[in-house]
Each structure stands twice: as C-alpha cells, then as structure tokens.
C-alpha cells in the first residue's frame, strides 16, 4: 500500500517561500516520477512540477524560475520548494507518485496512480 503524506504548507505573504514535502511509504521513489499538482477554490486541479526516476524535471509556466522540485531518495521524500510567491499560487497542493517505473516525465494527473491528502498554501497579498 503506496501512502503519500504531504507536509509543509501554511499561510506566507507575496514574495515569500515555502518548501513541501511529500514523504512516501510503501514504495521506493527510487524507480518511479513524482508530481506536485494544486487546486484552488472553484478551479481544476492543475499541474505544477514533475521529477522522473532519473531526476528529469517539468514545470508548468506560470511556476517556471519561482519553483523547483527535487527528491531525497535516502528519505524517500520528494520537495517543492517554492519562492516569489504569488497570491495567484494560494491552493491545495498535492503530491502524485506515478505507479508505472522508469517512465518520462508525465504532466497528466491521470498518470499517477498515487495522491497524498493535499496541504493548504495561501499567499497574502
């Protein structure tokens, strides 16, 4: 049983930053892509960023240059840590693990067979 649990969100005003993490059990991160993907209220979950199993990287635009996702395998933990934020970033944010290995960078969220709880991230302005 693959469990996600995210960590890390919270309440910071415009400019600020925050670092998610994204702690897997039950499965090795080793072989297998991760994404961060958010919701915000009234819209469509949409992606955010993506590391493959080779350590491959896709941002969406509007995040490009502000965040950046990277994982620890030793803690089999995957981080988003973000910068200049924006109260255009303000969702829930997830985490999604990818059930198939070895696999290009997916940006789908029906590509990942694995979804954490989400954390709240809310930017002030």
């Known amino acids: 049983q693959v469990q996600l649990v995210e960590s890390g969100g919270g309440l910071v005003q415009a400019g600020g930053s925050l670092r998610l993490s994204c702690a897997a059990s039950?499965?090795?991160?080793?072989?297998?892509?991760t994404g961060w993907f958010r919701q915000a209220p009234g819209k469509e979950r949409e992606f955010v960023a993506a590391?493959?199993?080779?350590?491959?990287?896709k941002y969406a635009d509007s995040v490009k240059g502000r965040f950046t996702i990277s994982r620890d395998s030793a803690k089999n933990t995957v981080y988003l840590q973000m910068n200049s934020l924006k109260p255009d970033d303000t969702a829930v944010y997830f985490c999604a693990a990818d059930g198939v290995p070895l696999r290009g960078v997916q940006v789908m969220a029906v590509e990942f067979d694995y979804w954490g709880q989400g954390t709240r991230v809310t930017v002030s302005s």
């Open positions: 590391i493959t199993w080779s350590d491959s990287t």
């Open positions: 039950g499965r090795s991160f080793s072989a297998y892509g």
